[in-house]
């Protein structure tokens, strides 16, 4: 482990100095035993997942005809902008179409008041039609904003061409 070596002697009297070589080489496999021992000890973060509500499985029941009345629709944009409007699609005008925020719970009172004003309350439907210019976190918090109004039925949906163009002039 250890190597004392002595210096050679030059004929004068002096104090002889011993040099101490330590070798290293176990401490290398010492550290891979630690590095082991902490890589299987220590607890890896689980990934989060969000469970979507996908149907049961099972024979096809007749599903009710969702009035107008009974949904709301999210347009998702560019530049964190969202709008929504709840009337017939043909109906559909820039003055319908309304704009709001992902700042704090704006998004979330929407959907409880029109669920609240809705005829048939328990099949009252959300959909979301994400823009191409929508980004990714936009779509998550408005999936988050479901979970919060404990939103079951909800929907997503390509933006339809009439829908576009409201949205265009709105935009612009």
Partial sequence: ???LNEPKSTGK???????????????????FLLITFFMFTTNF???NVM???LPAKGPITETP??????????????DNRVFYYQSELGDL???ILKETSFDGIKISNIISN?????PKP???????KPTDDANYKNFVDMLDNMAITKSDRYGIAEIKPLEKKIYEEKVN
């Avoid at 969702?66 to 560019?78: E, H, L, P, R």
């Avoid at 328990?122 to 979301?128: G, S």
């Fill in 51 to 53: 469970d979507l509500g």
């Fill in 65 to 78: 005809v969702i009035d107008f009345k009974n949904q709301v629709t999210f347009i998702i944009g560019k």
């Fill in 93 to 95: 005008n820039s003055n």
């Fill in 122 to 128: 328990e099949f009252f439907t959300v959909i979301i």
């Fill in 13 to 31: 009297k002096s104090l002889s100095k011993k040099l101490i070589r330590v070798d290293m080489t176990p401490l290398v496999d010492l550290g």
């Fill in 1 to 3: 482990m250890e190597n």
């Fill in 45 to 47: 973060s689980k990934p």
């Fill in 114 to 118: 029109y669920k609240k004003a809705a």
